[in-house]
């Protein structure tokens, strides 16, 4: 069975960090492009950041939405089947449930659309 569990989300004071993590099960997650995705209350569900699988022809350079670029890094440990979003110098604006993906088809990584599995999200709230 396919499964993605978040972890990692929590009340933070503004310019602070936490560290989200997404355990993967029932897959190899190096096979497949993994993502991270949010949600504010009343949005769409954002791509925030995404890295390519392993055997993918990309050259396995991460992709990060504009307004995360700089403060937030995505990675995979491959032994431990978990992918990782460092996510610093937190802004309130970056309140949201945060999603992490995993998708095998070739698309463009922000599509949400794209990725059929998906973890069943963690909270960050930035707030003083």
């Known amino acids: 069975q396919v499964q993605l569990v978040e972890s990692g989300g929590g009340l933070v004071q503004p310019g602070g960090s936490l560290r989200l993590s997404c355990a993967a099960s029932?897959?190899?997650?190096?096979?497949?492009?993994v993502g991270w995705f949010r949600q504010a209350p009343g949005k769409e569900r954002e791509g925030v950041s995404c890295i390519s699988s392993s055997v993918s022809s990309s050259d396995g350079s991460p992709f990060y939405t504009d307004s995360v670029k700089g403060r937030f890094t995505i990675s995979r440990d491959i032994t431990k089947n978990t992918m990782y979003l460092q996510v610093d110098s937190l802004e309130p604006e970056d309140t949201a449930v945060y999603y992490c993906a995993a998708k095998s088809v070739r698309s463009s990584w922000y599509l949400v659309a794209a990725y059929p599995y998906w973890g069943q999200g963690t909270q960050v709230t930035v707030s003083s």
């Open positions: 029932g897959f190899t997650l190096d096979y497949y492009a």
